[in-house]
């Protein structure tokens, strides 16, 4: 079984929209998935609701009060988090998943604001002891705004957690949530470039390098 969360301490920087496109990524390969929405707020619970009947299972568990039972047929767990987990809350997140990714938005404030957030994680002792693996992905790009710059000066201060990936912002994942959809699901013509973009993210959570040491 592979686990894998999906964190930010801040809301809005594509948690859930990862989180449910990477179960209905693994739902379309024939996998069972199970999305453990852990937000009390319920966006991947939302979307699973809105999920069309005839599109492949993704089996949904309410994980906002903490309890809940994982069964072990699963292939995937796919945890989605609520913003502002610190302390012993990021600490108890921390114990469930193999694999950690860490949306953030390329824009300097949201960059630095999640600075502290990375460090933290980096410190927890299951990931210092890489029992689990952490990535980032930048979320939400625009074409004509040149992030590289950015992300560079960036990734010195995180280097110990790999950039995997930058997606685009695109209207393609607003009109797939709204549908209970993930990218994967769409028009094809439609979405190559995003399905590109997620190449190393699905090479990165395959390889070795996502799991625990
Ligand atoms: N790459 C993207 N392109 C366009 N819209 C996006 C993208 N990623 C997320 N969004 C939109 O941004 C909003 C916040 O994303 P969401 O996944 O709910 O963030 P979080 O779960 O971290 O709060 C949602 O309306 C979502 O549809
Ligand atoms: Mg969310």
Redesign the pocket.
Known sequence: MRSIMVL?S?????????ATNLASYYASKGKKVLLVDM?PQG?SRDWLAARPSGRSSIAGVDGSSGSFRVPRSADYVIY?TP?AAHGKDLAALLRRPQSIII?VLPSPIDMRAATPFIQKVLENSRIARKEARVALIA??CREHYNIYHQLDAYLRKVRKAPFISV????????RA?ERGLGIFELAPYSVRRDVDQWDPIIRWLNSKRSQPV
């Not at 801040?10 to 990862?18: A, F, L």
């Not at 997606?167 to 607003?174: G, P």
Request: hydrophobic share 20%; glycine share 12%.
């Open positions: 930010n801040k809301g809005g920087s594509g948690k859930s929209t990862i937000d966006s989605d913003a949306p979320n939400r997606l685009r912002e695109t209207q393609n994942y607003v949530a």
